[in-house]
Nanobody, 127 residues
Framework: QVQLVESGGGLVQPGGSLRLSCVAS????????IGWFRQAPGKEREGVSC????????YYADSVKGRFTGSRDNAKNTVYLQMNNLKPEDTAVYYC????????????????????WGEGTLVTVSS
């Protein structure tokens, strides 16, 4: 069956770093864009990053540009999100999601085209 499994979340102090991973199975990974979304308590889910199926287009939310870097390894069916200089406002549950390559909502930080979701991993930035 389809699975997206995130890992790498945890508690980190402001200014620290974390690397999230998302391992996919059950579908043809290279045919899908992979996005990272996050949802903080009491807030709507928002797009953080998206990497196209061809690894040629990458979206970042303005709030994370210059601090977060997404990458994918199609040989390992894995997507990564390197998060540096973390801030308390980055605290949220982070989800990875797969969107078919014929859709483009991921490019704009939207999730209307997402076909599959992971369960999420909690990132807490606090001193």
């Amino acid at each position: 069956q389809v699975q997206l499994v995130e890992s790498g979340g945890g508690l980190v102090q402001p200014g620290g770093s974390l690397r999230l991973s998302c391992v996919a199975s059950g579908f043809t990974f290279e045919y899908y864009h992979i996005g990272w979304f996050r949802q903080a308590p009491g807030k709507e889910r928002e797009g953080v990053s998206c990497i196209s199926s061809s690894d040629s287009v990458t979206y970042y939310a303005d709030s994370v540009k210059g601090r977060f870097t997404g990458s994918r390894d199609n040989a390992k069916n894995t997507v990564y999100l390197q998060m540096n200089n973390l801030k308390p406002e980055d605290t949220a549950v982070y989800y990875c999601a797969a969107e078919p390559k014929y859709s483009t909502s991921c490019y704009f930080g939207h999730y209307s085209g997402v076909a599959y979701w992971g369960e999420g991993t909690l990132v807490t930035v606090s001193s």
